[in-house]
């Protein structure tokens, strides 16, 4: 499988985010691609938030903003499903606005990844590669290798912490049956 044209930016963002700069790359544009896939949001007709602008003549929304971030494609539709181009495009922080107010709601369909989730993995597979290292003493110096290890668990954990976590809570409430208590 080829890298995907449209993943550039989101791979250079990830590189910031494990401290693998391409100039010395210890992971292949695939190799990120695959961690970022693994961890692919597929969304469909998310409604947008539409940021509110004050006029002299009222309200209008230009800008709208997603819950997700980090879009690799999109599409958006108004409230008839019609194609909407965007006057500037956001697709790191989920942010589209547009030149005219469109026919609100607007709405997104795409592909966005987590980028924390998949920065988590590759912290992981760094301390994988760490793990073998250890600390030894040799002509009166010590060497802590070791600490490189935990360095990328931390790592690892911090971003496993800002991601997304692949699911969210719901409350459901069953109106068919009597509630137990």
């Known amino acids: 499988m080829t ?18 700069p391409q100039s010395e790359a210890e992971f292949t544009d695939q190799q990120l691609q695959d961690a970022c896939d693994a961890h692919r949001l597929i969304i469909r007709y998310e409604e ?13 929304y230009l800008e709208h903003i997603s819950r997700f971030e980090d879009w690799e494609t999109v599409t958006l539709q108004d409230a008839g499903y019609a194609e909407l181009t965007a006057a500037t495009s956001d697709l790191n922080a989920g942010r589209w606005t547009f ?15 987590d980028l924390h989730a998949a920065a988590a993995d590759i912290w992981n597979y760094k301390a994988a590669a760490a793990a073998k290292q250890f600390a030894f003493s040799a002509d009166g110096a010590s060497y802590h290798l070791e600490q490189k290890y935990e360095h990328c668990k ?26 137990v208590y």
């Open 3 to 20: 890298v995907r044209s449209t993943m550039t930016a989101l791979l250079a963002r990830l590189r910031l985010l494990v401290d693998d």
């Open 48 to 60: 947008l938030t539409g940021i509110e602008t004050r006029t002299t003549t009222g309200s209008e």
């Open 154 to 179: 931390a790592q690892a954990d911090f971003h496993r912490k800002h991601s997304r976590g692949g699911f969210e809570t719901v409350r459901l409430e069953r109106n068919d049956v009597n509630p």
């Open 99 to 113: 030149a005219s107010e469109p026919n609100m709601p607007v709405y997104a369909t795409g592909e966005a990844h």
